[in-house]
RNA sequence: GCCCGAGUGGCGGAACUGGUAUACGCGCACGACUUAAAAUCGUGUCUCGUAAGGGAUGUGGGUUCGAUUCCCACCUCGGGCACCA
């Protein structure tokens, strides 16, 4: 008998499909195409974690099924790039981010090799491959030229130490990833890219998706759309007015006084009148100077200042009202001011119990009538900022832009930005000595002069390149569309190939991508969609998110905690088709899960287990027959075991199929886990070893396909038609039944398949157990669920 | 505070549309094979009870012939958001 000898089984047939191209996705083909896709792994140092292989293998067995079932399936792999990982290792090891780059990605593809993923390698792309950046630069201009890339001045986080911007994903703890320093406010001026302006349509359009819903939910939240009325407040005695945004409209006899956000323009205007400048000065800078993290602070007691000398009156029932400012209402969401009901809201109640403002209980009114009088107007808020776009780094897109002084002269309104011509992109990013960012919090680029200078597109002046970089949010924002083109050399991608392939059938991916990647993917879909370069609205129509895998210590696994699982041991130990069981197997894929090393052994037990069934049959001569035989017993017997077997085979293959389509995997497994202990026990026949072997591999490809080629089959099982079950054998003939009394099981019986109550009833009023039970009592119901149970309440 | 999700053996977990709770796997115990061990195979493994039988799916109620599943109230844990008016 030959061993089961993984590690000659899984090179040899991940050469063989290489060779055979059998995963190749084919343009334009007249089959019906499925597109699957994973969020494409960051590059990062570590190499390839077990949470990728999680994701990774549930949408590679869908693949594979879709490939059984007929399809043009495509499921296409590659690298996300840029990054401030790698940039952070290039500065410590002085080794350049192109090289870290080359070598990230050699290890990568050759890990995933080992696991044997279905993907098409021919599609493999690298967001900081400048044949794709190009195209990350072109799109980016076409929504600078729409307007929705803009350069503002706004508040950063800034690390004192560093001397350095970093984007709110940088922060942890509002402290600086890199150093730990607390950071600080800063304004600076960046590129800000306007998803707000579509912030409506990637809340409403979500409707028309199929994403589970804590995805949706989450979209949803972090969009926060609210809906309420705008209020003006007049100053008493001055034509200015105070405008107000509420969802309560219908508290609005209930306002007490008004408050203003500190930074408020409006506190400015009113200076002259203000009695107690010197107090209302004092406490604009105070907030000024607080961090975020002081500001936001957990039970952090309400501070204020009255402005004093001015009133503001409530519209509805011309009331005076004081006005205040202070740090609880903020200047960035609604209209920087709020009307305080202390009756009906917490913050409100809070701030006037502590500085003794009146606190009434006035009737409601209708909202929207009471809007309408007043004149104010309906309006639809939204929580979503626009996106801070630049960052002053060196492992980035170079923002394709070059500031012209003498053009921003002639053009007043504009900034003086001008895209780099077409023919001129990509914008190459140049190598430099140093990556460490300067002084002054300019990318490294900044000191390159040689690369910053150039003369202007436009004018042929004196100009100067930007010397931010792009996020690494960029590249991946719309990767899923160049692999339906990824050698394209004139567009992102051809009409063609995008009206076939998109949008992506189903994709799958991390939680912690819903309010970034996710979101930030669609909105450049939906532009592209805007500017009729994308067939459809949408760029996924399913997306589903897999449970982290925690480490054996229920921690996250990292590096600094020592903790973390080698994938490449595993391979080597267990073997690919083990490790990809394992991770199926190993709870609900949804679901956060813990690692168990100890566990693994379990799926290898499976997987010996089918090596050996395959082997006697192999070696066995075959007996002709489609049936099975118990082993020494008689004839009468074998009949009723083979029945039951094609039925379990038959609930099987129902199962494994339903399941793959659900994702739980994990009850699939286990229900192939139960036929094969059936299969142990019995001498097999080849035909159903064979169906059992198809609906195994998309779970373990490589002892498949060699156990498939054992029995004869020249053909890769990848290609064999997915089996299906019959719904008539779901069923076995003889069914046993549990006998309840007064809910409680007492008996069981066995019945035919359909019996009816008339003929079912006789026989249980026979069985000694239900006779002893039933002494001296009366039936007062018998109640009989057909192939399920019996119920007799006395 | 708001929004998701989850509480079942020693452990990971299963249970269709309300129909025999604890499938499958790990671990453990005993047995077979072996000089021995590993591997493998077999048997057992929620709990109380000798048994008949009783009890148990976070807690307390409810609906039902029947509830892990549906309804109400609460507790605990995980994730996300948050002075968002």
């Known amino acids: 008998m030959k061993e089961y000898d993984h590690k000659k089984i899984e090179l040899?047939?991940?050469?063989?499909?290489?060779?055979?191209?059998?995963?190749?996705?084919?343009?334009?083909?007249?089959?019906?195409?499925?597109?699957?896709?994973?969020?494409?792994?960051?590059?990062?140092?570590?190499?390839?974690?077990?949470?990728?292989?999680?994701?990774?293998?549930?949408?590679?067995?869908?693949?594979?099924?879709?490939?059984?079932?007929?399809?043009?399936?495509?499921?296409?792999?590659?690298?996300?790039?840029?990054?401030?990982?790698?940039?952070?290792?290039?500065?410590?090891?002085g080794k350049q981010p192109t090289i870290i780059n080359k070598e990230n990605t050699e290890m990568f593809r050759r890990q995933l090799k080992k696991i044997g993923f279905a993907f098409d390698w021919s599609r493999e792309l690298n967001t900081a491959n400048p044949a794709y950046y190009k195209w990350t630069q072109w799109i980016f201009l076409q929504m600078f030229k729409k307007g929705l890339a803009y350069k503002q001045k706004t508040m950063i986080n800034w690390c004192p130490k560093d001397k350095i911007g970093l984007a709110n994903e940088e922060v942890v703890n509002g402290k600086c990833e890199r150093c730990g320093t607390e950071t600080i406010k800063k304004e600076k001026e960046q590129w800000m890219l306007a998803i707000t302006k579509y912030a409506e349509r990637l809340d409403k359009d979500l409707d028309d998706v199929d994403y589970l819903e804590r995805i949706k939910a989450q979209q949803r939240n972090w969009i926060g759309k609210s809906e309420g009325s705008e209020i003006e407040f007049k100053v008493k005695g001055d034509s200015q007015s105070v405008r107000v945004f509420t969802t309560r409209a219908d508290t609005i006899l209930g306002v007490t006084y008004v408050v203003l956000a500190p930074e408020s323009v409006l506190v400015q205007n009113l200076k002259s009148q203000i009695t107690n400048w010197n107090e209302v000065e004092k406490y604009i800078e105070k907030v000024k100077k607080e961090s975020e993290q002081e500001r936001t602070k957990e039970d952090k007691?309400?501070?204020?200042?009255?402005?004093?000398?001015?009133?503001?009156?409530?519209?509805?029932?011309?009331?005076?009202?004081?006005?205040?400012?202070?740090?609880?209402?903020?200047?960035?969401?609604?209209?920087?001011?709020?009307?305080?009901?202390?009756?009906?809201?917490?913050?409100?109640?809070?701030?006037?119990?502590?500085?003794?403002?009146?606190?009434?209980?006035?009737?409601l009114v209708d909202a929207e009538e009471i809007t309408k009088r007043v004149g104010g107007k309906m309006v639809?808020?939204?929580?979503?900022?626009?996106?801070?776009?630049?960052?002053?780094?060196?492992?980035?897109?170079?923002?394709?832009?070059?500031?012209?002084?003498?053009?921003?002269?002639?053009?007043?309104?504009?900034?003086?930005?001008?895209?780099?011509?077409?023919?001129?992109?990509?914008?190459?990013?140049?190598?430099?000595?140093?990556?460490?960012?300067?002084?002054?919090?300019?990318?490294?680029?900044?000191?390159?002069?040689?690369?910053?200078?150039?003369?202007?597109?436009?004018?042929?002046?004196?100009?100067?390149?930007?010397?931010?970089?792009?996020?690494?949010?960029?590249?991946?924002?719309?990767?899923?569309?160049?692999?339906?083109?990824?050698?394209?050399?004139?567009?992102?991608?051809?009409?063609?190939?995008?009206?076939?392939?998109?949008?992506?059938?189903?994709?799958n991916g991390g939680m912690e991508h819903t309010t970034l990647h996710l979101l930030y993917s669609r909105f450049w879909h939906k532009f592209l969609y805007d500017m009729k370069l994308v067939p459809t609205k949408e760029p996924y129509k399913k997306r589903t998110a897999h449970g982290m895998i925690l480490a054996e210590d229920g921690e996250k696994m990292s590096k600094s905690r020592g903790n973390v699982v080698n994938p490449d041991e595993i391979v080597k130990l267990y073997g690919a088709d083990t490790f990809r069981l394992y991770e199926m197997f190993i709870g609900p894929f949804d679901q956060t899960v813990t690692w168990n090393t100890n566990s693994i052994i379990g799926p290898r037990r499976f997987l010996e287990k089918v090596w050996k069934i395959g082997e006697k049959i192999t070696t066995q001569k075959q007996i002709n027959s489609s049936r099975l035989t118990l082993k020494g017993s008689d004839t009468t017997k074998n009949f009723s075991v083979s029945a039951s077997f094609q039925t379990l085979l038959n609930k099987t293959i129902k199962k494994v199929s339903e399941d793959i389509e659900s994702m739980s995997f994990n009850t699939a497994v286990s229900s192939m886990m139960v036929l094969v202990n059936e299969m142990e026990k019995q001498d097999v026949d080849k035909k159903d070893f064979k169906i059992f072997l198809q609906i195994l591999a998309p779970f373990a490809p490589h002892i498949t396909e060699e156990l498939w080629n054992?029995?004869?089959?020249?053909?890769?099982?990848?290609?064999?038609?997915?089996?299906?079950?019959?719904?008539?054998?779901?069923?076995?003939?003889?069914?046993?039944?549990?006998?309840?009394?007064?809910?409680?099981?007492?008996?069981?019986i066995m019945v035919s398949k359909d019996m009816s109550e008339g003929e079912i009833k006789p026989l249980v009023l026979k069985d000694q157990k239900i006779i002893s039970w039933m002494e001296g009592k009366e039936i007062k119901k018998f109640i009989y669920v057909p192939n399920r149970i019996i119920n007799i309440v006395i």
């Not at 570590?46 to 292989?53: D, K, T, W, Y």
């Not at 067995?61 to 840029?82: H, L, Q, T």
């Not at 626009?386 to 060196?394: A, N």
């Not at 990318?443 to 390149?465: D, Q, T």
Request: proline residues 7%; glycine residues 6%; hydrophobic residues 35%.
């Open 12 to 93: 040899k047939w991940q050469k063989d499909w290489e060779k055979k191209k059998i995963f190749s996705a084919i343009n334009g083909s007249k089959k019906p195409k499925f597109y699957a896709l994973i969020e494409f792994p960051y590059l990062s140092g570590s190499g390839l974690h077990i949470g990728h292989i999680r994701s990774n293998t549930a949408m590679d067995i869908i693949s594979r099924k879709r490939w059984m079932e007929g399809y043009n399936v495509m499921y296409p792999i590659g690298y996300d790039a840029f990054g401030l990982p790698t940039e952070n290792y290039a500065i410590k090891t």
């Open 301 to 363: 007691e309400k501070t204020g200042v009255e402005l004093k000398g001015i009133k503001a009156i409530n519209p509805a029932n011309k009331e005076e009202l004081p006005v205040w400012i202070a740090d609880y209402v903020l200047a960035s969401y609604g209209t920087g001011a709020v009307m305080a009901v202390p009756q009906h809201d917490s913050r409100d109640k809070e701030f006037a119990e502590k500085f003794n403002l009146s606190i009434i209980d006035r009737p």
């Open 710 to 748: 054992m029995l004869g089959e020249k053909q890769s099982i990848n290609k064999s038609k997915w089996p299906k079950w019959d719904e008539k054998k779901i069923i076995d003939d003889k069914i046993k039944i549990a006998v309840q009394i007064n809910g409680k099981v007492r008996t069981e």
């Open 380 to 507: 639809t808020k939204y929580k979503l900022r626009d996106w801070i776009f630049s960052r002053q780094r060196y492992w980035g897109e170079p923002i394709p832009l070059i500031h012209c002084d003498r053009c921003a002269l002639n053009d007043p309104d504009g900034q003086g930005y001008i895209p780099v011509p077409d023919k001129d992109l990509p914008v190459v990013l140049p190598k430099v000595k140093s990556y460490t960012p300067t002084d002054t919090g300019e990318s490294p680029l900044a000191n390159i002069s040689k690369w910053v200078n150039v003369k202007c597109p436009k004018c042929g002046g004196k100009a100067r390149r930007e010397t931010d970089t792009m996020p690494n949010w960029a590249g991946s924002s719309w990767y899923y569309l160049r692999y339906t083109d990824p050698k394209n050399k004139k567009e992102f991608a051809s009409a063609k190939n995008l009206k076939y392939w998109t949008p992506v059938d189903w994709y």
